[in-house]
């Protein structure tokens, strides 16, 4: 007798599912031109669409509800309000994630900066998985290979961003005009991957809820 192969009746793991299957989407609909992609916003618009649409058929009972919101406003991270790009869940099961985005290009350059706010973004997904999401995922594009190379001096030393860094919970800070003043503290512990199709580089990185 087969297994049973129907989707997870735990709500943590059905968010989780849609979020990677529509990730892969996402990328392969950019990749193939489906989607034209040149700023964060339309990043933001097709991946919310995406993530919607597939969220909506893991609704199985009929009072499932799979909702999804661009630019939620949560206060008081570090003093400020943060808008976070996209949240997600199924409210009834009480399963919620919050997404951040970047997209960065190499004509854009400023790549320091990219860095820095990459980590900025990781912070607060930190920070709102320890009051109200279960989980957070950052995801970032770029066919800047400053990105994926590993630096040797610089702000890429302590902001590392590479393919194959690992970064440690910890303070991080470098005097970097424009952002001299940024100071992140990560609770957890990543090594970031990064996956290259066609001229672009995509990273996923998980976060998960801080634990009671």
């Known amino acids: 007798m087969k297994s049973p192969d129907a989707l997870s009746r735990d709500y943590n793991n059905r968010l989780g599912e849609i979020l ?38 893991y609704c199985t009972q009929r009072n499932d509800i799979f909702l999804v919101d661009l630019e939620t406003k949560i206060e008081g991270l570090k ?55 279960d989980i957070g995922r950052f995801y970032m594009i770029t066919d800047s290979t400053a990105y994926i190379k590993q630096s040797k001096k610089g702000v890429g030393t302590v902001f590392r961003l590479h393919d194959g860094a690992i970064i440690e919970p910890g303070v991080y800070q470098y005097p970097s005009k424009g952002r001299e003043h940024v100071n992140v503290t990560l609770r957890d512990s990543y090594v970031l991957e990064w996956e290259k199709i066609g001229d672009w580089y995509f990273l996923q990185v998980n976060i998960e809820k801080a634990e009671a």
Request: glycine content about 6%.
């Open 20 to 57: 990677d299957i529509s990730w892969k989407i996402l990328k392969s609909r950019f990749v193939d031109g489906r989607h034209i992609i040149t700023t964060e916003a339309p990043f933001q618009h097709y991946f919310a669409n995406i993530i919607s649409t597939i969220g909506e058929a």
């Open 79 to 133: 003093g400020k309000s943060k808008y976070l790009d996209i949240t997600c869940g199924f409210p009834r099961q009480n399963r919620s994630c919050a997404i951040e985005l970047k997209f960065k290009t190499k004509r854009q350059g400023a790549q320091d900066f990219g860095r820095i706010d990459a980590f900025v973004d990781i912070e607060a997904l930190e920070l709102v998985c320890e009051r109200s999401f």
